[in-house]
Antibody
């Protein structure tokens, strides 16, 4: 059974950077596209970033484009995201999620999320 | 850019049926599959309907999905409402220029 465990959240000041990680197990990580999705307090789910199974394709949501980098290490079964120049509106629970292998698929496995609070 | 619009909230009594709509204002709901997620407070989302109308293993058949192209809407129907169904529900789809898009979410309250 697929398991995803996020880490790296915390309280950070505006303008700083943060790196989140997601440890994957229970499936062949290197064959799945992976995502970061966030939910801000009082708001809905928002797709943030995607990386293809081989790491060659990366796409970002408009609200974070230019400030975010997604990466993966298939040898370590780890997904990462670095968010730079953090803003208060980046405060959210960040989830890593797995896609099924085609662009229009659902996210069929999720981690429990890690909370990022951006506050002075 | 396409957007998916959902009602903010719906409420109904136990045993009744609720239907949540998800409208593509750009007018092309059939561009790709629509998926539905349930998110309870403090928990990760889980898929209740994928590819418009398919249920993952373990999701009861009280949950059903459909897409209506003329109205550019997808719907999630929960029949025989139970207190355990109280949660936020999100539709989600994919577009070649906007990529992965979620609806704003609908809070289901069981009275």
């Amino acid at each position: 059974q697929a398991q995803l465990v996020e880490s790296g959240g915390g309280v950070v000041q505006p303008g700083t950077s943060l790196r989140l990680s997601c440890a994957a197990s229970g499936f062949t990580f290197s064959t799945y596209g992976m995502f970061w999705v966030r939910r801000a307090p009082g708001k809905g789910l928002e797709w943030v970033a995607f990386i293809s199974s081989d790491g060659n394709y990366k796409y970002y949501g408009d609200s974070v484009k230019g400030r975010i980098t997604i990466s993966r290490d298939n040898s370590e079964n780890t997904l990462n995201v670095q968010v730079n120049r953090l803003r208060t509106e980046d405060t959210a629970v960040y989830f890593c999620a797995r896609g099924k292998g085609y662009s229009g698929s659902d996210f069929d496995a999720w981690g429990q999320g890690t909370l990022v609070t951006v506050s002075a | 850019n396409f957007m998916l619009t959902q009602p903010h909230s719906v409420s109904e009594s136990p045993g009744k049926t609720v239907t949540i709509s998800c409208t593509d204002r750009s007018g092309n709901i059939a561009r790709n599959y629509v998926h539905w997620y349930q998110q309870r407070p403090g928990s990760a989302p889980t898929t209740v309907i994928y590819e418009n109308n398919k249920r993952p293993s373990g999701v009861p058949d009280r949950f059903s999905g459909s897409v209506d192209s003329p109205s550019n809407s997808a719907s999630l129907t929960i029949s025989g409402l139970q207190t355990d169904d109280e949660a936020d529900y999100y539709c989600q789809s994919y577009g070649s220029s906007t990529f992965w898009v979620f609806g704003g979410g609908t809070k289901v309250t069981v009275l």
